[in-house]
């Protein structure tokens, strides 16, 4: 008993730093403590992952060292602990989404919409039906419907524009007119700078192709409208809404019918005329559907499409 007792006091003070307790717990009833003694300090941790990881850490210090040693585990649970907060602080800071800056914030707000870039509903003439087919037949009847309908859109459009602009028929012919003169003359002078201005983004670009294809056949032109027209009148009024809310947010489309005597002559490279003659007038229908927005300060009429049918 005396030398074991010795025995015992030599192994203290020798190796204490591999002190053993001598009862050790069951394993997994020690690692369940340590994980516990540590879930308040990461309560983001997964218990079944410390769990898992502590007990392949103390199996592998029992293996070396002969049995657990808490010093070792708690210094790989604590490894465990950071490795696993900086995981997820870096994860959290990869998705948090970024703000935009001010640079960004201040060109958005500059995108403003100058036209919607397409007519809507384009003009089409409507077949004209007998009045017992209109009145007594479920087929005249829906068209009853379609043409009142129809009706209605103009109407409408047309008392938005009055109440916003002032519209009235008479002056917007005559600025309609001038407008159709001036884009005539410019195409015939090659001009597509200046018709920028009077055009939409969408048909600015249709009239610089076809005076592509005008300029690879005919080097130059001439074109003059005798005046005064000698009809204009409206097909088609729409109006294309930008917002729910505000009924003023929006643009108008009116579609025209221009018939006009018209005097046409075609150059070639040598100044030969190749097509039409200037000495006589020619009789001219074109459809084309003028856009104005309504909620752009000094907005003003512009071109956006032309019918053919």
């Known amino acids: 008993m005396a030398l074991a007792r010795l025995g015992q006091s030599l192994a203290r003070l020798l ?23 540590f879930a308040p300090t990461h309560t983001g941790a997964c218990l079944k992952g410390f ?38 602080m870096s994860t959290a800071a990869a998705s948090k989404p970024k703000m935009p800056s001010a640079r960004a914030r201040r060109v958005s707000r500059k995108l403003v919409m100058t036209s919607p870039g397409f007519v809507y509903e384009p003009y089409s003439p409507r077949e004209s039906i007998p009045f017992w087919k209109r009145w007594f037949t479920l087929s005249g009847w829906r068209r009853t419907k379609e043409d009142i309908i129809f009706e209605m859109k103009n109407a409408y459009a047309v008392s938005r524009l009055r109440k916003k602009t002032g519209y009235t028929k008479k002056q917007f012919y005559a600025e309609a007119l001038n407008i159709y003169k ?67 947010k929006g643009f108008v489309q009116l579609t025209l019918e221009f018939v006009t005597k018209q005097k046409f002559e075609a150059y070639n490279s040598k100044g030969e005329v190749v097509s039409g003659d200037k000495s006589k007038e020619v009789l001219v229908k074109d459809i084309w559907v003028f856009e104005r927005s309504l909620f752009h300060p000094g907005a003003y009429w512009r071109v956006c499409g032309r019918i053919t049918l």
Do not use: F
């Not at 053993?20 to 717990?25: H, K, R, W």
């Not at 690879?216 to 001439?222: A, D, Q």
């Not at 000698?230 to 109006?239: C, D, F, H, Y």
């Open 182 to 248: 001036e884009v005539n003359t410019l195409m015939a002078h090659g001009d597509t700078s200046a018709l920028r201005k009077i055009l939409t983004e969408r048909m600015h670009s249709t009239i610089k192709n076809e005076l592509k294809r005008r300029q690879s056949k005919w080097s130059s032109v001439h074109w003059e409208l005798v005046e005064p027209a000698v009809s204009i009148r409206t097909l088609r009024a729409r109006m294309i809404g930008l917002d729910k809310k505000d009924l003023d």
């Open 51 to 88: 769990a898992s990881l502590t007990y392949n850490a103390s199996s592998m210090i029992g293996h070396k060292l002969g049995g657990p040693s808490p010093v070792h585990i708690v210094k790989v649970l604590d490894l465990v602990v950071h490795l696993d907060h900086t995981r997820l």
């Open 15 to 37: 190796h204490r730093p591999l002190y053993l307790p001598p009862t050790p717990p069951p394993l997994e009833y020690y690692h369940a403590s340590v994980v516990r003694s």
